[in-house]
Each structure stands twice: as structure tokens, then as C-alpha cells.
């Protein structure tokens, strides 16, 4: 899909995605249309070896719908990019995997979060992660970097999917493997609907 | 889609009940939305 053909405003979803978020970091005990932090990465099915006894500023913003490490656990030495990371809790729990000799990458585009994330690295002392601003669309990142590509809840809130596959594809080694939780609906949306950016973001 | 821009190997896991009991909830019914993993990999 041609970005011209977006049911929505990329800026404008970008810019609804970027406030929301915000608020996810800033004021997270707050009502949410979805659940987050601790209650949720456990409803999620995370171990709890990696959910029950991390600082909770590490968790709390934690918005993610499913564990992108239920299919396959990360490999000691790989290299990661987590799109969309938040506050940092799969960047973590990466990290946690892959062990000194890996590193993370996290990208997110709000502020924030980004801040957020870099203090969590401090309060858990990772000293293999790193967080980067960036868009799904356009990630800082080499090509052919990453060993994994990681993702909790992201891709449905670009406007543009296939850009952002793509992009995820180019940073990807060969033989590198995109793994990635994610909402999807059973029931068609109506295309009037689709341009409602309040349904997009909750 | 993830094969269109030239995944290979595209499996998803266990539906997942995200929004249960959550605010969101009644929308996420009205639309059957539910989370989902997936794997991907990019050929050799």
C-alpha cells in the first residue's frame, strides 16, 4: 500500500500514537483502554523469573499484547532490535537472553518513553542495550545488523505496515528471523472506521 | 503481507485474550481483536 493510500494521516496517527504513549510513560498507573505493567506481562504468559522481581519504573509502562519470546527464546551472542521499545521491559528481557557478549537496540519514536528506557538501563545496570529514536518506517540501524528483530504491539499502529516490514527485513541479516506480537481482528473493520484515528489508538 | 516483502518460513502462535477485562475490552469484542505472535525469516 502506497503511503498516499493510508485510510489516515500518517503525521496525524504518528502524532495521536506519540501522546497516548506519553501518557503510558509519564502516568501509567492511569486508566488505559489495555492493561500494563506487571499484571499485564504476567496475563501475557512472561516467565516470572523475568517479571516478578524487576524494579517496578522497569515495568510499569509495560503495553505490549502478547510475548514476543513465546516462540523462540533468544540465542547468547545474538543481536537485537526492538521496534517500538517503550520503557524497555522486551529490551530487557533481551538483554537478559542474549547475555554480555549480545546487544539490544532499542528504537522508539516519544521522547518519553526513550528517557525512561535510558533510566531503566541505568537501574538495572544493562550494559548491553541501547535505546535510539527512530520510526518503525526508518530505523537507525545498519543493514543486515540484527541477528532478531523483536516487536510487542507496534506494526498495528503504523500507517504504513509493508514500509515497516520492509525496513525490519533490510536491517535483518540473511537467515535473520523477525519475531513479534501483535493485535489483529477476526471481524472486518469498516473502511469508514479505518479513518478513525481514536479506533487506531484506542 | 510478510511474504510479500520477502519473508519466508511465516508462523504465528496461540491466540491470545489481550484486552480480557481490560477498558478496551468491549471495543476489542466488537472487532474480535486478540494478540497474536508471529515468526518470520529472512531468507539466507
Known amino acids: 500500500m502506497a503511503t498516499s493510500e493510508l485510510p489516515v494521516d500518517a503525521d496525524s496517527l504518528r502524532s495521536e500514537v506519540r501522546d497516548k504513549y506519553r501518557d503510558v510513560a509519564l502516568e501509567p498507573g492511569a486508566e488505559h483502554h489495555f492493561h500494563t505493567g506487571r499484571f499485564l506481562a504476567r496475563h501475557l504468559g512472561y516467565p516470572a523469573a523475568w517479571v516478578d522481581d524487576v524494579p517496578e519504573p522497569v515495568v510499569e509502562s509495560f503495553a505490549g499484547v502478547g510475548d514476543p519470546f513465546a516462540m523462540r527464546r533468544l540465542e547468547p551472542g545474538e543481536r537485537i532490535v526492538d521496534v517500538g521499545s517503550g520503557a524497555g521491559f522486551d529490551s530487557f528481557c533481551a538483554a537478559w537472553q542474549v547475555g554480555d557478549d549480545g546487544h539490544v537496540v532499542g528504537v522508539d519514536m516519544t521522547p518519553e518513553m526513550l528517557d525512561k528506557a535510558r533510566r531503566n538501563a541505568a537501574l538495572v545496570g544493562a550494559d548491553n542495550v541501547e535505546f535510539r529514536e527512530g520510526f518503525a518506517e526508518q530505523l537507525p540501524v545498519a543493514d543486515g545488523w540484527a541477528d532478531v528483530v523483536i516487536s510487542n504491539g507496534v506494526i498495528n499502529l503504523c500507517p504504513d505496515k509493508h514500509a515497516a516490514f520492509t525496513e525490519i527485513r533490510r536491517v535483518l541479516r540473511p537467515g535473520g528471523v523477525l519475531q513479534f506480537a501483535d493485535i489483529a481482528n477476526g471481524t472486518p473493520v469498516p473502511p469508514g472506521a479505518l479513518r478513525e484515528i481514536d479506533l487506531w489508538t484506542g | ?44
Do not use: Q
Open chain 2, 1 to 44: 503481507m510478510l511474504e510479500e516483502v520477502g519473508f519466508v518460513d511465516v508462523s504465528y502462535g496461540n491466540r491470545i485474550d489481550t484486552f480480557a477485562g481490560a477498558p478496551g475490552e468491549e471495543k476489542a469484542r466488537a472487532y474480535d481483536v486478540h494478540g497474536y505472535t508471529f515468526m518470520a525469516r529472512k531468507p539466507d
